[in-house]
């Protein structure tokens, strides 16, 4: 596995992205175009509705697993800062917001400290400034 920095950290996966997707998407102009030169025959009112409908179940499955996932990174990484953080920080575990737990995650357990004092300091809630700071990074292959 190649070692995870910043800008290859992206998770992509073929099936999904470069298949399944465009192939609702081409489903999806198919069916308008059937519903146009067809004039709104009732058959192609249907493929239209099933068209759109299959595109909204995979986009929201995609957005609950997502959602699911970034519960689970909250609690772990709350944990985590409960380990780790100097004493003076702890009480300010609950300010962080949801983004800068999930940029935070990628923080080393070394710099982890120095770089949650910065982001709640300096007001940080940039996914992409935060995780750009992150000197010494700690990979996450498990992701949806």
Known sequence: MTEQNFSNHARF???????????FLINLGWAVY?????????????????????????????????TAQ??????????????????DLKPRIGEFTLDQLISLRFASDAELPELARAVLNEKLTDRKAIKQRVNKWKADYLRV
């Open 13 to 23: 996966v073929p099936a999904y992205h470069f298949f399944a997707l465009p192939v």
């Open 34 to 66: 059937s519903l146009i030169v067809s004039r709104f025959s009732l058959g192609s009112i249907v493929a239209l509705l099933l068209a759109a409908a299959f595109l909204v179940l995979l986009l929201y499955a995609r957005m609950f697993a997502l």
């Open 70 to 87: 970034d519960r689970i990174i909250r609690l772990e990484e709350r944990l985590r800062y409960e380990r780790l953080l100097p004493a």
